[in-house]
């Protein structure tokens, strides 16, 4: 199973990114993902998870600017950024927990760099 984080890159204060995140192998089903952000010399924290049932949770720094959805169909989670400011600059790394024919796990993508600056 893995993870391919994308969308990541340079944007201006005020703008917008969107990640994904797409899940491939042999994977029987997909439970509970989220997205992840690490700034330097920070810890590791949460930004926002989805359920399979579509139910959200959100930080407190990112609420009513950032989005996050899934399309179960393709195995695929997004986040919609709007709004970015300097501080939401970390590298961002998507989260799921996977059930394969062998057994169920958490996996972490690769991470993907966000970087807020004039």
């Known amino acids: 199973v893995q993870l391919q984080a994308s969308g990541g890159g340079l944007v201006q204060p005020g703008g917008s990114l969107r990640l994904s995140c797409a899940a491939s192998?042999?994977?029987?089903?997909?439970?509970?993902m989220g997205w992840y952000r690490q700034a330097p010399g920070k810890q590791r924290e949460l930004v926002a998870t989805?359920?399979?049932?579509?139910?959200?949770n959100y930080a407190d720094s990112v609420k009513g600017r950032f989005t996050i959805s899934r399309d179960n169909a393709k195995n695929t989670l997004y986040l919609q950024m709007n709004s970015l400011n300097p501080e939401d600059t970390a590298v961002y790394y998507c989260?799921?927990?996977?059930?394969?024919?062998?057994?169920?796990?958490?996996?972490w993508g690769q991470g993907t760099l966000v970087t807020v600056s004039s």
């Open positions: 989260n799921a927990v996977i059930t394969t024919i062998v057994k169920a796990g958490r996996y």
């Open positions: 192998g042999s994977i029987f089903s997909i439970n509970i």
């Open positions: 989805i359920a399979r049932d579509g139910s959200t």
